[in-house]
Nanobody, 134 residues
Framework: QAPLVESGGGSVEAGGSLRLVCAPA???????????MGWFRQLPGKEREEVAAIYTGSGQTHYTDSVKGRFTISQDNAKRTLYLQMNNLKPEDTGVYYC????????????????????????WGQGARVTVSS
C-alpha cells in the first residue's frame, strides 16, 4: 500500500488550473508530519522530475524553474495534507504527478534527492494524471 494518496488530477485546456491534494493513505501511517514533502512528475518519455518541495516545519519552499510563477505548493498541517495549485497550465505539463515524503512506514523506495534543497524523499503516492490540451 502506498503511504500517500494524490487526488485532483484531470484534464484541462491550456491556461486552465488544477489543484492536486496529497494526504496519508491512513492516519495511522503517519504519527508525525514528515519534515520534507514534495511534488514530482513524470512526463511522457522522460524520467521523474521534481516540481516543488516544502519543509513542513519552516514552510521553506523550492520550485523547479519551469513552474515558477505558475505553481504553488502549500500545506495544511492540521489536516496533514499537501497541495499543489497549478495555474496557467501548458500542454508540456501533461504527465503523472506524484506526492512524496522523506519519511514513512517501511523502507524507502525510488529515493530521490532534490539538489540544492537538501531533501531526499523515498515514500510515494501512486500518482495523479494531469492532461493539458492545446
Amino acid at each position: 500500500q502506498a503511504p500517500l494518496v494524490e487526488s485532483g488530477g484531470g484534464s484541462v485546456e491550456a491556461g486552465g488550473s488544477l489543484r492536486l491534494v496529497c494526504a496519508p493513505a491512513s492516519t495511522s501511517l503517519y504519527t508525525n508530519r514528515p519534515a520534507c514533502m514534495g511534488w514530482f512528475r513524470q512526463l511522457p518519455g522522460k524520467e521523474r522530475e521534481e516540481v516543488a518541495a516544502i519543509y513542513t516545519g519552516s514552510g521553506q519552499t523550492h520550485y523547479t524553474d519551469s513552474v515558477k510563477g505558475r505553481f504553488t505548493i502549500s500545506q495544511d498541517n492540521a489536516k496533514r495534507t499537501l497541495y499543489l495549485q497549478m495555474n496557467n497550465l501548458k500542454p508540456e505539463d501533461t504527465g503523472v504527478y506524484y506526492c512524496a515524503a522523506n519519511d514513512g512506514p517501511g523502507g524507502a523506495q525510488n529515493i530521490y534527492h532534490i539538489q540544492g534543497f537538501g531533501c531526499t524523499v523515498g515514500y510515494w503516492g501512486q500518482g495523479a494524471r494531469v492532461t493539458v490540451s492545446s
